[in-house]
Nanobody, 120 residues
Framework: QVQVKESGGGSVQAGGSLRVACDASGRAVSRLNMGWFRRAPGRNREFVAAIYFNGARPTYADSVKGRFTISRDSANGTVYLTMNNLKPEDTAVYFC?????????????WGQGVQVTVSS
């Protein structure tokens, strides 16, 4: 079984930066592709970013491309989402997911989410 947990959420003013982190534990977690999704109030869950198990092929939704960076620490496997130039529309609960690729239904394990709030 795989467990996923996010950390590092918080509040920031528009234009600011924030980094959230994801740690996964369990069988063969180092071989799992990882992704970030978010759910804003009144909106559906949407894909944000994804990365291969080995840190290759960082991939982004158009809405965050150029502002967000996904990375994976090769030493401990922690996956980070570095969010720059944040906008109020980035306000959402951010979820980390393991074991899939881009499509939400493809992931096998999810964290409980962390709140990111961006104020004007």
């Amino acid at each position: 079984q795989v467990q996923v947990k996010e950390s590092g959420g918080g509040s920031v003013q528009a234009g600011g930066s924030l980094r959230v982190a994801c740690d996964a534990s369990g069988r063969a977690v180092s071989r799992l592709n990882m992704g970030w999704f978010r759910r804003a109030p009144g909106r559906n869950r949407e894909f944000v970013a994804a990365i291969y198990f080995n840190g290759a092929r960082p991939t982004y939704a158009d809405s965050v491309k150029g502002r967000f960076t996904i990375s994976r620490d090769s030493a401990n496997g922690t996956v980070y989402l570095t969010m720059n130039n944040l906008k109020p529309e980035d306000t959402a609960v951010y979820f980390c997911a393991a074991g899939g690729w881009i499509t939400a239904s493809s992931y096998s394990a999810w964290g409980q989410g962390v709140q990111v709030t961006v104020s004007s």
